[in-house]
């Protein structure tokens, strides 16, 4: 066999992916979930349109019957990304190169979660929430923060985030 062949994007059953959606090399969707509570059920993985993935990336199907993990659409899952069973991402969120999302955990619309990252199983991350590269999260990350460390403490408002989202010079106060 050889090398390109290998590499290329590997779908399993269960996923669905929506129009437009960016696939690279040797990413895996809709593989079945880590858990050893999992059973064979029918479940499924779906990727939102115009997504990217990029390469070496896993998507992980639900561990439940009839569940799904959902990737929302005009989200970035950077290399070697990892979205655990049981997962939402909201849409245009940003999954950077390395990030390990374990089960259960909810990402906010437009969060960006920086390479290296680690969560915890059953965590939030907020909509507009920005996690600093190589933190560890195991609690609940509040909207429109950025948060950073081992473990992960909220640092600031993401003003940054907060702009680049139209959120007006007034509101980024009131938040404040």
């Given at each position: 066999m050889s090398w390109a062949r290998e590499c290329v994007p590997y779908f399993k059953r269960g996923l669905r992916l929506g129009r437009e959606v960016r696939v690279f090399e040797g990413a895996v969707l809709g593989g079945e979930p880590q858990d050893l509570k999992y059973r064979a059920v029918e479940s499924f993985a779906e990727v939102g349109d115009r997504c990217v993935?990029?390469?070496?990336?896993?998507?992980?199907?639900?561990?439940?019957?009839?569940?799904?993990?959902?990737?929302?659409?005009?989200?970035?899952l950077m290399a070697y990304?990892?979205?655990?069973?049981?997962?939402?991402?909201?849409?245009?969120?940003?999954?950077a190169s390395h990030v390990a999302l374990a089960g259960h955990i909810r990402v906010g619309a437009k969060?960006?979660?920086?390479?290296?990252?680690?969560?915890?199983?059953?965590?939030?991350i907020g909509e507009l929430a920005m996690v600093g590269g190589g933190s560890k999260i195991t609690l609940d990350v509040p909207p429109f923060f950025t948060v950073d460390g081992v473990p992960g403490r909220a640092v600031e408002l993401n003003v940054v985030g907060l702009r680049r989202a139209d959120f007006s010079d007034e509101d980024i106060s009131l938040l404040k």
């Open positions: 993935i990029r390469e070496y990336a896993t998507v992980n199907r639900s561990d439940k019957e009839g569940g799904t993990t959902r990737i929302g659409s005009g989200c970035f990304g990892h979205v655990a069973h049981d997962c939402e991402i909201g849409e245009q969120a940003i999954v969060a960006f979660i920086s390479g290296g990252v680690v969560v915890h199983q059953f965590s939030c």
